[in-house]
């Protein structure tokens, strides 16, 4: 299990876990980073230096390799109507609040007058994460290798735990089935 990512504290944090919820579901799922401590993210990719990459994987006896990746951020200001009722009067009317004209009761007080409030427009903004994981079976043949590709958008977490948790989620249902 591989997190692609330049920042080593994030990349061992989403290995462990993605490969503890894999291990979870039955895999013998291993972050890459207790194997391969000083692996970095390939630049100037080349055939050769991918197959050295994938070489180096089936030496250490790995057949699977999952590999997952940020592949973006989408950040949005959305713009909502103020939704609901101000009091019980915008909710209920005027006939509810003074029985006048409910009964049509002639000693009631008269009906108050209906409230203007105008409803102000809400600007939201929303912050969606963008998250791939693609499974690889490193014994076939190079144009069999892809297993399955995941992608899924988190959009608003709470906190940067919960994208790791959920994303992890998603994987270990996904291959299980």
Request: aromatic share 8%; proline share 5%; no cysteine.
């Amino acid at each position: 299990m591989v997190s692609r990512t330049p920042q080593e504290d994030i990349r061992k944090s989403y290995e462990n876990e993605i490969s503890r919820k894999l291990r979870s579901k039955g895999f013998n799922a291993t972050a890459s980073h207790l194997v391969f401590p000083n692996l970095k993210p390939l630049r100037n990719k080349t055939v050769e230096r991918i197959a050295e990459t994938i070489a180096m994987f089936k030496d250490e006896g790995f057949d699977i390799l999952l590999l997952t990746s940020l592949r973006g951020v989408e950040e949005q200001e959305v713009l909502r109507r103020q939704e609901g009722y101000g009091s019980l009067l915008d909710y209920y009317g005027n006939k509810y609040i003074t029985l006048k004209g409910y009964y049509d009761d002639v000693n009631a007080p008269p009906k108050l007058e209906p409230l203007n409030k105008e409803l102000q427009p809400v600007t939201q903004k929303t912050v969606t994460f963008i998250l791939e994981a693609v499974t690889y079976n490193l014994s076939l043949p190079e144009e069999q290798r892809l297993l399955s590709v995941v992608t899924t958008e988190i959009t608003n977490p709470s906190t940067a735990s919960s994208v790791k948790k959920g994303f992890a989620k998603i994987i270990s249902e996904q291959l299980a089935q």
